[in-house]
């Protein structure tokens, strides 16, 4: 009894297994396939027809892809060289169902606040004077720093001012 029960549970787990490869359809992962790749000013239709023909892929090219790729790549990952040479025209692509859609990439919208006023009406930056406290400057050192041509005229003579008197 112990017997039959053991060779059901591994009968069990092998088809479990079975089950499993079905699912996936036993198809290979693309993206580690290695291709090479060598293409000089050619259109971008042919090129990409190449590449997913060489690893077996489905795929479908939207029709505003155009333009031509120059590209020189060897033995590198399908995945590599798929976006390397879309990167060039600034394409993209996706997979739905095991399918290859390859497509134009959209511009990103910026992402600006719903409130609040818009960039160009933003009111302009005012530049207010500052308040900087001088307590031993001597005036002229400040007429100088602020662009101002001293000229002296008199010039005190200290013994006087010291001595309390005129004369």
Same mark, same amino acid.
């Given at each position: 009894?112990?017997? @039959? ?27 580690? @396939?290695?291709? *090479? ?8 239709? &042919?090129?990409? @027809? ?8 489905? &795929? ?25 040479? $879309?990167? +060039? ?13 390859? *497509?134009?990439? @959209?511009?990103?919208?910026?992402? *600006? ?19 900087? +406290? ?6 002229? $050192? ?17 013994? +006087? ?7």
């Amino acid at each position: 009894m112990a017997r @039959k029960l053991m060779w059901l549970i591994v009968c069990g787990v092998l088809l479990s297994g079975a089950v499993a490869l079905a699912q996936e359809g036993g198809q290979p992962d693309l993206s580690q @396939k290695r291709v *090479t790749v060598k293409y000089d000013q050619a259109d971008i239709r &042919y090129v990409l @027809k190449q590449l997913f023909e060489s690893v077996g892929a489905n &795929y479908s090219i939207d029709p505003q892809v155009q333009g031509t790729v120059t590209v020189s790549l060897t033995d590198v990952p399908f995945e590599v060289a798929l976006n390397t040479i $879309l990167r +060039q025209l600034d394409l993209t692509y996706r997979i739905e169902n095991g399918v290859y859609y390859v *497509t134009v990439r @959209k511009p990103e919208e910026p992402t *600006t606040p719903t409130t609040g006023p818009a960039p160009e009406e933003a009111a302009p930056q005012v530049n207010l004077p500052e308040k900087i +406290q001088l307590n031993t400057a001597s005036i002229y $050192l400040v007429a100088t720093l602020l662009g101002a041509q001293v000229y002296r005229y008199w010039e005190p003579d200290l013994m +006087q001012l010291q001595s309390g008197g005129f004369g």
